[in-house]
T-cell receptor, first 108, second 114 residues
Framework: GQNIDQPTEMTATEGAIVQINCTYQ??????LFWYQQHAGEAPTFLSY????GLEEKGRFSSFLSRSKGYSYLLLKELQMKDSASYLC?????????FGAGTQVVVTP | DGGITQSPKYLFRKEGQNVTLSCEQN?????MYWYRQDPGQGLRLIYY???????QKGDIAEGYSVSREKKESFPLTVTSAQKNPTAFYLC?????????????FGPGTRLTVL
């Protein structure tokens, strides 16, 4: 199976750091994506990891460990506009399988 | 500007009616996808197409149909056989058949069946 698990909701203060974990069963996936989705809008691409390690892109970083079936998205210097749902998705061939998303609430 | 368009943004239909959702892309992408999203849930794959005149069922294809007669267009029909069609429908495309490096999404159509 390829279940993707991530926490339902996380709350953090403006300016802080939040880490969103994503775990999956290791068989079959050949890449791990993170998307951001604001309420009522389409998901937008944040990051993609195909090899183990950390990918940094501005305030956002993503980490992958394929042997452990584990990824995380790190959001630094949180801003109010970062309040959104963050979707973890694994790629298998030409398809993506999405987790249920983690709702991040940023408070003043 | 290149991108993916979906129309309409909001759609209301009576129970028992078929309805077709439009998806057009001018990114010259080979692959296109349809997803369904219910409140508080992730995206579930309905159908996908990796090349013109070919498409495959996703995880929840029952009650839906698609066509891919042109590279830029991938319409989705929600039939009366779909038991719970009210949802947010998202169309996406990717540059190649491998689904990567990422999928680009249209703005979505929110379908409400009364």
């Amino acid at each position: 199976g390829q279940n993707i698990d991530q926490p339902t909701e996380m709350t953090a203060t403006e300016g802080a750091i939040v880490q969103i974990n994503c775990t999956y069963q290791t068989s079959g996936f050949n890449g791990l994506f993170w998307y951001q989705q604001h309420a009522g809008e389409a998901p937008t691409f944040l990051s993609y990891n195909v090899l183990d390690g950390l990918e940094e892109k501005g305030r956002f970083s993503s980490f992958l460990s394929r042997s452990k079936g584990y990824s995380y998205l790190l959001l630094k210097e949180l801003q109010m506009k970062d309040s959104a749902s963050y979707l973890c998705a694994g790629r298998r061939g030409g398809k993506l399988q999405f987790g249920a998303g983690t709702q991040v609430v940023v408070t003043p | 500007d290149g991108g993916i368009t979906q129309s309409p943004k909001y759609l209301f239909r009576k129970e028992g009616q078929n309805v077709t959702l439009s998806c057009e892309q001018n990114l010259n992408h080979d692959a296109m996808y349809w997803y369904r999203q219910d409140p508080g849930q992730g995206l579930r794959l309905i159908y996908y197409s990796q090349i013109v005149n070919d498409f495959q069922k996703g995880d929840i294809a029952e009650g839906y149909s698609v066509s891919r007669e042109k590279k830029e267009s991938f319409p989705l029909t929600v039939t009366s056989a779909q038991k719970n069609p009210t949802a947010f429908y998202l169309c996406a495309s990717s540059i190649d058949r491998g689904g990567g490096p990422e999928q680009f999404f249209g703005p979505g159509t929110r379908l409400t069946v009364l």
